[in-house]
């Protein structure tokens, strides 16, 4: 009769996926209960706030093409980058909820409930992965890893509602979909995955380059295998085209360089079709094959230097310097990798570069059916990988292949600890088996050591005491109105309040950002001139926000933020009383003499 453990042990082999699932159950309660932002009903970032004013928006009426926030900059609005494709599940959700609940229970269970089934897609897809090539044990080992991987669970938790979930789970499945046995489907469905990603988020492009780089090197290897990149790319193409019609329509052609535009599309058709013709011909010489693709990739910038030329410099090269100094580079995660913070940026980096070299000594070392398959997988982490260290967000694509290397070297650990018949051993097991799983622990304890001020500073932020989920809606006793406040409140504004604002941190809106920003780094003249240019009726203020106290340390101790902040407000703004907390402060514009 077999014993608990090894019933256990045989259910995780005959049913690996079962056992994410419940991994994942227990994973969920566990976010839900450590989560500051759940229990404080804060969202965790003014994009998912932000996210769900447009969801609302589109349930009340918006058109579906309109992808407009009229409450930013009104009357015109401010035309948003965001694609639809994430609205979706979030609005389908809602709507079946506000059938039997109240909107405001409505909106917290699918807040709750979207980003954490987003984690079980993913935990399912990256277990399907490694229990078809690696076992079923490994398989839950990787899937459960997913919760200690590096910016993956933070992307997952309660109420992160916007697009970076949505984002690792498009790359996990191209990641399934480019190791399966049956080449044509498995290429279309990559291709499909990272069409989806891309038109969420262009930044996903680096590993749609890392998955053709990787069928070209199959490619090469083998010219049977040029079917992998042909229908990869023909999908990824045709894909983009039709999720760009059916999600953007035709009315906005215009030459956007943040979002998929019609100059993209041409691009990746002229690739793909670059591909295919290069595929009839058999023989091939390497060479000549190199030669072909990077024509057609040549090809393809001709077209977008043709159609957009702005496009060929980077997303943000063009950026009003003010905004760029004072928003764009304190949005580090936007940055490279070195400029986070170290107790962040280190555990990210070693731990990814660790199941690197994990994968790197499987492909040496492993069971020689599976070195083949290690070889491949290696070099899409190390692709991602530095994808990851040049965009600090993208780290989450790294961290998330990097859960199948730590999974295997689990189950090595753990056989490593059964066949040591010496406690040192034993002990040598499970101390390897955390430092790998829980580097952050290690690095967090060691930089308190060297640099206790600096390493508390950084781990005990904490949110405004300004608790705009809980006072936001005291706005609403004034009239509706255009409100002039930091970039980061206005956000947190729209979402519990009635009003517009004049600017978010959302660089679409870029004239209207630089206003906010100089007028809060100006003398109170200049700023009051900016303020009454934008229409504003009141301004708006959280003393406590880390924004503010970078306006203050840029426009010194004159400007506007620094007077509001020490609540001394020029004459042309008078006080409003709303029962605020201290550092939430609200006041009337004077309107200008006539």
Known sequence: MMTPAAQIAALVQRRPLLMITLGWAAISLMLALASPHLAERRFPDVDDALRLVQVRDLLAGQAWFDVHQY???????????????????????????????????????????????????????????ASERLGGAVAVCAGLAM??????????????????????????????????????????????????????????????????????????ADPRASIWLVRYLQSLALGLAGLFAATRGLGDLAPHCDVIAPAHLGFFGIVAIGASLLALRRGLHPAA????????????????????????????????????DNWYLNVTEGLPIWRRPLPEALPAALQTLL???IAGYAALRGAPPTRGWWREYAVLLALAILAGFATYRSIAFAGMMATIPLGWFTMQMIARWQASPRLLGKLGAVAMLYAALLPGAIILLALSVIDPVNTKQISGATASNCALQRNAHKLDALTPAKLFAPLDLGPEILNYSHHSIVASGHHRSERRMRDVIAAFTSDAETAR??????????????????????????GGHDSLAARLAKDAPPAWLEPVALGMPESFRVWRVVPAPK
Not at 76 to 91: F, K, Q
Not at 289 to 312: F, T
Not at 531 to 536: F, K, M, Q, S, Y
């Open 71 to 129: 409450r930013i900059a009104p009357p015109e609005g401010t035309l948003m980058h965001w694609s639809r494709l994430v609205d979706i599940p979030l609005a389908a959700l809602l709507w079946l909820l506000m059938l039997v609940l109240p909107a405001s229970q409505a909106e917290l269970i699918t807040t709750i409930a979207i980003p954490l089934l987003l984690l079980l897609a993913t935990m399912l897809v990256v277990g399907r992965l």
């Open 147 to 220: 919760v200690v991987a590096p910016v993956v669970a933070t992307q997952f938790q309660p109420m992160r509602i916007d697009h970076h979930g949505w984002q690792i789970l498009c790359v996990a499945v191209a990641l399934w979909a480019v190791f399966r046995h049956d080449a044509r489907r498995g290429a279309m469905i990559a291709g499909l995955a990272m069409a989806s990603g891309m038109l969420i988020s262009l930044e996903t492009i680096v590993m749609a380059a890392s998955f053709a780089a990787l069928l070209t090197l199959r490619w090469l």
């Open 289 to 324: 094959l190199l030669a072909g693709l990077a024509a057609s990739g040549l090809a393809g910038l001709v077209w977008v230097a043709w159609m957009a030329p702005a496009c060929l410099a980077p997303p943000f090269a063009g950026l009003d310097p003010l905004v760029r």
């Open 355 to 357: 199941a690197l070299a």
């Open 529 to 554: 001139k900016l303020v009454l240019a934008n229409d504003a009726q009141f301004v708006v203020v959280c003393t406590d926000l880390m924004e503010v106290a970078l306006y203050q340390t840029k």
